[in-house]
């Protein structure tokens, strides 16, 4: 039987999750998680922590750790609030407690391979999965053409849940169908008009393919539309180009190493790319407020 999922609302506004029960102590024992702090247990409204039966007798006595936690550190974040832009560290993943303070393309790289080191053997489930349905023959790419929207959400949800401290599992990667139909239309209409952008001269297709880079990205955090979620891409990437840019060329000689470890080493480096995005992606959130323009 499946253990109950929790989502907690951060300082910042931004929901965590989904954890367990067992990570959701951990945090009210860091200082993560108060007792007014909003928790949604499963499809239920959110709630104050305090509220959840589970949870309540960890703030009977106020100010005190959860049972079997250090006491917070001096000058640490008052006790059960998340630091604003703060995201919650898993267990044993050092690293993870943040968005990247700099957009530096081998940092980026480095950070993503100890991300991807604990989690490599999920990761490259996904990306062999994801492979061999493109593979089959006549069928391949029509099914891929059809789910490849939803399988990205799927994707990026997985990548992005681990470097926010969730254990990525290969069955997130079909976890993107309930934006089935945004997801979709993002797809086809990305993949037209980079197509387009390649034809004439190449250059406008590459602009295209960094400036919607994280369309899939937003589609699995947001309710945003897809064209809402592609001029939200658009917003993020904007004064950062060259530099994702940079990273992607980064990418293909991490790509070309993977293909040169017997060719199975492309099922690691491919997460590995995938993750540094992520990590671009959560600096870009964390560097970028404006809002994205009216569709």
Known sequence: MMSEEYWVTGADGREYGPVGLDLLVRWVGEGRVVAGTKVRKGQAPAEEARSLPELGSLFAAPGSPAP???APAPGAAPAGAMAPGAIPASPGAPGT???PAEFRVWDLLGRAWELVKPNWLPLAGIVFIQAAIGCVPYVGPCVQFIIGGAIAVGIWRAILGMIDGRPPRVGMMFEGFDRFGDAFVAYLVRSILVAIGFVFLIVPG??????????FAVIG???LGFWEAMQRSAVLTEGYRWRLFLLALACVLVLLLGLLAFCLGIFVAIPVCMTAFGLAYRFLQAHNTRPAPAA
């Not at 590459?206 to 369309?215: G, N, P, Q, R, V």
């Open 97 to 99: 407690t943040g968005p």
């Open 221 to 223: 955090e947001t309710p």
């Open 68 to 70: 079997g936690s250090a």
């Open 206 to 215: 590459i602009i295209l393919s960094l400036m919607w880079a994280f369309t």
